[in-house]
C-alpha cells in the first residue's frame, strides 16, 4: 500500500493524470455542448475513432501532422452534419442515429485500415507524424508544476483552453443563450424567433469539432499510430462526466478529470504483480460507481424536494 502512495503522490503520477485525460475532457466537453442544446450526442464515441484513423492517416499522407489535424476535424464535423441531417431534418430517433455512426465508424475504419494497410489492428506501417510537445517558458523550471504541467502534447493547452473557450461560449455569448433556451424549451424559442434546427446543427458541430480534438490526440498525441477501436470506450465515460457535472462546465470538467486519475492509477498499478484484466477495469468500475452515486443523489434530492 505504501509503494501505491509513493506512485500516486508524485509530480510524474500529475502528469500522467492530465496526459490521460485529454480524450475523455474533449468528449465531455462534447457531450455538454450538444446537451445544451437539447441533443443527446451519443455518437461521440464514432466521431473520436473517425478522427483519430483519418487524422493518422492524413499526416502519413501529407507528412505534415498539421495537415492531419485538420482533416481530423473536419472528419468530425461532417459525422456531426450526417447525425444533424438524419436526426433534425428526416426525424430520425436522437438516439439510433448515434449507435448508428457509432458502429459505422468501428467497422468503417477497420475496413480503411486494412485496404490502406493491410492490417486490421493497426496503422503501426505508416510513417504518421505526431503532433508536437510543448515545453512551456517559465512553467518548466518551477519544482513539480513545471513536471507535472509542461511537456505535454500541443493538444493538451488546446484541452485547457477548450474548456474556457466553452464557458464563454455558454455563459457570455448570444449563442450560448440561444442554445439553451433551445435546449429548455423549443417552442418557445422557436416563438420569439430562433431557428431551433439551426442552432442544433451549430451545436452539433462545435460537439463534433471537439470530439475530433479528442480522437485526433489519441493517434496524433497519446500515441503516434492508429490501432482497431483505439477509443475504448472514452468516448461514453465522457458521456458519463458529462451527465454527472449537472450543467456546470467546471464540474463536467472535475469529473473528467477524476476519470482520468483513475484511468492513470490503472495503469501506474501495471508496476505490481496484479492481473491486466483487473487493471484494465479500474476506469470502467470508477464510471459504474459514479454513476450509481449520482443516480442515488438525484433519486433522494427530488424525493425531498416532492416531500416538501
Known amino acids: 500500500m505504501n509503494n501505491i502512495f509513493e506512485i500516486v503522490f508524485t509530480p510524474q503520477f500529475g502528469f500522467t493524470v492530465i496526459r490521460v485525460v485529454v480524450p475523455i475532457l474533449f468528449a465531455a466537453l462534447a457531450a455538454y455542448v450538444a446537451n445544451t442544446a437539447g441533443i443527446a450526442n ?47 431534418y428526416l426525424k430520425t430517433n436522437n438516439i439510433l442515429g448515434g449507435i448508428a455512426l457509432n458502429l459505422f465508424a468501428s467497422s468503417f475504419t477497420v475496413f480503411l485500415l486494412f485496404v490502406i494497410t493491410g492490417s486490421k489492428g493497426t ?21 513539480v508544476l513545471g513536471t507535472i ?25 448570444p449563442l450560448g443563450l440561444r442554445m439553451k433556451a433551445v435546449g429548455k424549451d423549443p417552442q ?22 471537439l470530439s475530433a480534438f479528442g480522437g485526433a490526440y489519441m493517434s496524433m498525441g497519446y500515441l503516434s499510430f ?42 501506474a498499478l501495471q508496476l505490481f504483480a496484479l492481473p491486466s484484466e483487473i487493471l484494465q477495469t479500474i476506469p470502467y468500475v470508477a464510471v459504474f460507481i459514479g454513476v450509481v452515486a449520482f443516480s442515488m443523489y438525484e433519486y433522494y434530492r427530488n424525493k425531498s424536494r416532492g416531500g416538501q
Not at 464515441?45 to 473517425?50: A, I, K, R, T
Not at 499526416?59 to 447525425?83: C, E, V
Open 226 to 267: 492508429f490501432t482497431q477501436n483505439m477509443t475504448a470506450g472514452r468516448g461514453f465515460i465522457g458521456l458519463a462526466a458529462e451527465a454527472m457535472g449537472h450543467g456546470s462546465v467546471w464540474l463536467v470538467a472535475l469529473t473528467a478529470f477524476i476519470f482520468g486519475m483513475f484511468d492513470a492509477l490503472s495503469n
Open 188 to 209: 418557445a424559442a422557436e416563438s420569439v424567433g430562433v431557428n431551433v434546427n439551426k442552432i442544433k446543427t451549430i451545436a452539433l458541430i462545435l460537439s463534433g469539432t
Open 123 to 143: 496503422s503501426a506501417t505508416l510513417s504518421a507524424r505526431s503532433l508536437p510537445r510543448i515545453s512551456v517558458p517559465i512553467l518548466r523550471d518551477i519544482p
Open 42 to 88: 451519443i455518437a461521440i464515441e464514432g466521431m473520436m475513432l473517425m478522427a483519430a484513423f483519418v487524422g493518422t492517416v492524413s499526416s502519413a499522407m501529407f507528412q505534415n501532422p498539421w495537415l492531419g489535424l485538420l482533416m481530423a476535424l473536419f472528419s468530425g464535423i461532417a459525422m456531426a452534419l450526417i447525425l444533424a441531417y438524419f436526426t433534425l
Open 149 to 173: 504541467f509542461s511537456g505535454h502534447n500541443v493538444l493538451v493547452y488546446v484541452m485547457f483552453l477548450a474548456v474556457i473557450l466553452v464557458y464563454l461560449l455558454m455563459y457570455q455569448s
